[in-house]
């Protein structure tokens, strides 16, 4: 990549898991109107969906973390979080009796706070609604400091065939730093006992830009993770954003890598993991060609949505748990952010919705482009030049011109195709169709390569 280049480019954007972004959302979807656009998808496609579960606990805090989570070490919380989940989701199958699970992920916090026992209750209690065992397919966020043999007994028990592990990075220097211990022989016993056990797919989250990151400590990690051979890495860009999440404070003490210094560290991991037979998907992720996302890259059935990339064989997710956004393919509805909001929230459901929108036609087509650009790096665009006004869809054409003079993009007969040199910049390729974020001069994202 040109140093000149990231430098232009390089500025606050949205990640695009959804569109709109969230803080663009309108708040205008309430109970009715979210039932009635599940109906119609339902209607129109067939009753099929997957199912987001926030598990919000984790016993300790690491200082980076910008997910929303509960620190706590009370177990005994458990239970009734669990009861919460088994009465919003009996509320979705009592309207929509047939409703099928092809896609189960559960993410936190930490999903493996929760007991073994515990673990197989939550499991057992949506076996019944899965669909048949080649459709369906399941994921858990696995922290390796909290997850012990016993929870992946209980994953493979229940058809569980793919984990993700919170990593990070190896360094001990880096690992003090962030509040997060969890040495290389701790993770690699976990991945080969998953092994073992029928575990087929595993993904690594890694961070690069973390405090004092330098890049033989990105070289070291990078090659352990090789060594332990998942099918997946995530690596992502450190989002530093302390005015939403205060703990990222504690690290503004240290040295934390930016710009043009940032970038170099992913362009190091980047370099190994292609070296090694990994190729790139989308803006931070490696997959061995045999994963499954890779598959659905070649198929073109992949998405994008919070979670990161998917297998998208339905349109609808249904988020169970605080904070969890569901997405109906023509609104988003958020959960409550709050535990104590959202439990109450199951016995009310006129107060479970603390965040919303509802997409427009205009929207739903830049949503689609945008999601085709971030998953396969090209698109068909005349559809929306079509249904856009001339005024926009002029400063679209001219804008992509200029993305296409530096040599980001080719345009063919009405495709949007995006050159290798390009592929860092997606985000802000994205943007050309973004609407929301024309006037906007808030600092509300984090940047962009
Ligand atoms: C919910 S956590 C994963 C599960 C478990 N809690 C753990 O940490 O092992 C999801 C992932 O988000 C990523 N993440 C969290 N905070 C981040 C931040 N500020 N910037 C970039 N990635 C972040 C980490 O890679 C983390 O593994
Ligand atoms: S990174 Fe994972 S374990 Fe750490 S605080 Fe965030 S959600 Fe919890």
Same mark, same amino acid.
């Given at each position: 990549m040109k140093k000149e280049l990231f430098e232009k480019y390089n500025k606050r954007l949205p990640r695009y898991t959804s569109y709109p972004s969230y803080p663009f959302w309108s708040n205008d979807v309430d109970q009715s109107s979210w039932l009635m656009h599940l109906q119609q998808v339902f209607e129109n496609h067939n009753t099929n969906c997957n199912v987001y579960i926030h598990i919000p606990y984790c016993e300790k805090l690491c200082f980076y973390c910008g997910c929303s989570r509960t620190i706590t070490r009370n177990h005994r919380i458990e239970e009734e979080y669990l009861k919460t989940l088994f009465t919003h989701w009996d509320w979705y199958v009592q309207k929509f009796p047939d409703l099928k699970i092809n896609g189960l992920y559960l993410g936190g916090g930490t999903p493996? /706070?929760?007991?073994?026992?515990?673990?197989?209750?939550?499991?057992?209690? /949506?076996?019944?609604?899965?669909?048949?065992?080649d459709e369906f397919r399941a994921t858990i966020e696995v922290d390796p400091r909290v997850t012990t043999f016993d929870h992946l007994q209980v994953f493979v028990d229940h058809g569980v065939k793919r984990i993700s592990l919170g990593i990070q990075d190896f360094?001990? =220097?880096?690992?003090? +730093?962030?509040?997060?211990?969890? *040495?290389?022989?701790?993770?690699?016993?976990?991945?080969?006992?998953?092994?073992?056990?029928? @575990?087929?797919?595993?993904?690594? =989250?890694?961070?690069?830009? !973390?405090? #004092? &990151?330098?890049?033989?400590?990105? &070289?070291?990690?990078?090659?352990?993770?090789?060594?332990?051979?998942?099918?997946? @890495?995530?690596?992502?860009?450190?989002?530093?954003?302390?005015? +939403?999440? +205060?703990?990222? %404070?504690?690290?503004?003490?240290?040295?934390?890598?930016?710009?043009?210094?940032?970038?170099?560290? /992913?362009?190091?991991?980047?370099?190994?993991?292609? %070296?090694?037979?990994?190729?790139?998907?989308?803006? #931070?992720?490696?997959? +061995?060609?045999?994963? *499954?996302?890779?598959?659905?890259?070649?198929?073109?059935? !992949?998405?994008?949505?919070?979670?990161?990339? #998917?297998?998208?064989?339905?349109?609808?997710?249904?988020?169970?748990?605080?904070?969890? @956004? *569901?997405?109906?393919?023509?609104?988003?509805?958020?959960?409550?952010? #709050?535990?104590? =909001?959202?439990?109450?929230?199951?016995?009310?459901?006129?107060?479970?919705?603390?965040?919303s929108h509802t997409l427009n036609i205009l929207e739903q087509k830049i949503n689609e482009i945008i999601q085709d650009i971030m998953c396969y790096g090209r698109s068909e665009i005349t559809s929306l030049l079509k249904i856009s006004s001339q005024e926009v869809g002029q400063d679209i054409l001219s804008q992509l011109n200029k993305l296409a003079d530096v040599g980001f993009i080719k345009m063919i007969s009405g495709i949007l195709e995006v050159t290798h040199q390009g592929m860092p910049f997606l985000r802000n390729i994205c943007e050309v169709f973004d609407y929301h974020m024309k006037n906007n001069t808030q600092k509300l994202f984090s940047q962009s390569v």
């Open positions: 493996t /706070f929760l007991s073994p026992h515990n673990m197989g209750i939550l499991l057992q209690y /949506f076996e019944k609604n899965f669909s048949e065992a360094s001990p =220097d880096v690992q003090k +730093k962030i509040n997060r211990i969890q *040495s290389f022989e701790l993770v690699q016993n976990l991945v080969s006992e998953a092994r073992k056990k029928g @575990i087929t797919e595993i993904n690594c =989250d890694l961070i690069y830009g !973390l405090p #004092d &990151q330098n890049l033989i400590g990105v &070289q070291e990690t990078v090659e352990k993770v090789i060594a332990l051979s998942p099918e997946n @890495i995530s690596f992502y860009s450190y989002a530093h954003t302390p005015s +939403k999440s +205060k703990n990222q %404070k504690a690290l503004e003490k240290y040295h934390l890598p930016q710009n043009w210094e940032k970038r170099i560290l /992913f362009e190091k991991g980047k370099e190994l993991f292609l %070296k090694n037979g990994y190729l790139a998907l989308g803006l #931070d992720h490696f997959v +061995k060609e045999g994963s *499954s996302l890779y598959h659905a890259y070649k198929n073109r059935t !992949l998405t994008r949505n919070f979670m990161g990339y #998917d297998i998208g064989s339905t349109k609808v997710t249904i988020g169970l748990g605080a904070s969890a @956004i *569901s997405n109906s393919g023509l609104s988003f509805i958020q959960n409550p952010k #709050d535990v104590p =909001d959202y439990l109450n929230a199951t016995m009310n459901p006129q107060l479970m919705i603390t965040h």
